[in-house]
């Protein structure tokens, strides 16, 4: 009897993980127009690294804020559970109300800060928002469990206080990539669940949705990739303890298990083929549309988790951030219309 593809035998589907783009492996050039090849691209989160893996996905204010053309105001907003920090960026020569992007950090559930890498291609997608369309981004984090009340509070804070960050409510686009794209989603089914602020579109960066890794793509990454299975269970049992995989986790911890997308905003889903959660992304957008929802997916070709941050200059990455820039053009575009 054929072996169901999804299944541990001899024919499993770890025998065939999909193949990345060779080109990612490049970082550019140096200064004698030599290529940068890319050494060490994996990482492995248990434990004894998870120190070092949050030192690294740390950046700190001021890397942030290095050689960019805006102003950040550093707030404290009230929470369910005490304040919460949030960073406004305002660009500079911001006089009128223009459209808001609220972007929310991850860090494979366990690190990471609301500054971290500003040369991700995420991170400039977030500095590009404000210079091109004089918007004003903010970010915002909340590792652990209440990560979801938090940015949920956060936001709501955002949209009521929009006219005195000279924020258009009517503009106002929700993000984030991997465990922050997954915040970002179970945030927008707590907006639409309990009436929260209006959203033109959520923005998502290969999220992190479901715990429960069954699909065939979530088994193959076994080693040797920036983001791998045994990490991504490291980070889903940091979160959710023994509940991890269980059936006693929730729809706003992982939005993935959710059934119905219906009465959400557009929305934008980009991941790469090599990447772990290739099928619970497009899922996720299968299901939008299943519920008579607007959804774009991209399914980049060859790439692997992190592929935008590792290899900024090489032709993939290029094309991720050009799309995902005009989605946003199209989305605000149609809200204003």
């Not at 290095?66 to 009230?78: I, M, N, T």
């Not at 990471?112 to 984090?141: E, I, L, Q, Y």
């Not at 915040?183 to 429960?212: F, I, K, M, N, Y």
């Not at 088994?219 to 023994?242: I, Y």
Request: hydrophobic fraction near 35%; aromatic fraction near 8%.
């Amino acid at each position: 009897m054929m072996k169901h593809p999804t299944s541990r035998g001899s024919t499993s589907i770890t025998d065939f993980p999909p193949r990345s783009d060779p080109q990612l492996r490049v970082r550019g050039r140096n200064a004698k127009g030599r290529r940068r090849v890319l050494r060490r691209w994996h990482t492995r989160l248990d434990g004894d690294t998870i120190d070092e893996a949050r030192a690294l996905s740390a950046n700190g204010r001021e890397g942030l804020l290095a050689g960019r053309r805006y102003a950040d105001h550093e707030l404290q907003v009230p929470g369910r559970a005490g304040d919460i920090a949030v960073s406004v960026f305002t660009p500079d020569g911001h006089t009128e109300a223009a459209p808001g992007l609220f972007w929310v950090h991850g860090g494979g559930m366990v690190g990471g800060d609301r500054f971290r890498r500003r040369r991700r291609p995420r991170s400039r997608r977030c500095c590009w928002w404000s210079r091109r369309f004089t918007g004003v981004p903010a970010r915002t984090g909340a590792p652990g469990p209440a990560r979801v009340d938090d940015c949920y509070a956060g936001l709501v804070w955002f949209a009521d206080h929009a006219e005195d960050l000279g924020v258009d409510p009517t503009g106002l686009v929700l993000g984030g990539g991997s465990a922050d794209g997954g915040v970002a989603a179970a945030t927008t089914l707590r907006v639409r669940d309990e009436g929260g602020p209006s959203l033109t579109g959520l923005l998502q960066c290969c999220p992190v949705l479901d715990d429960r890794m069954t699909s065939v793509s979530s088994h193959p990454f076994d080693d040797g990739v920036l983001w791998t299975r045994a990490s991504n269970e490291f980070g889903w049992r940091s979160l959710l303890c023994d509940r991890a995989g269980s059936g006693h986790v929730t729809i706003y911890e992982a939005p993935g298990r959710a059934t119905d997308f219906s009465r959400l905003p557009r929305t934008f889903v980009d991941v790469g083929s090599a990447d772990l959660f290739r099928d619970e992304d497009a899922a996720f957008a299968s299901t939008i549309w299943a519920c008579g929802g607007d959804a774009e997916l991209h399914v980049w070709a060859g790439g692997f988790h992190g592929f935008e941050s590792l290899s900024p200059a090489s032709a993939l990455p290029i094309a991720a951030v050009a799309a995902c820039r005009n989605w946003i053009t199209r989305t605000l575009a149609k809200a204003g219309g």
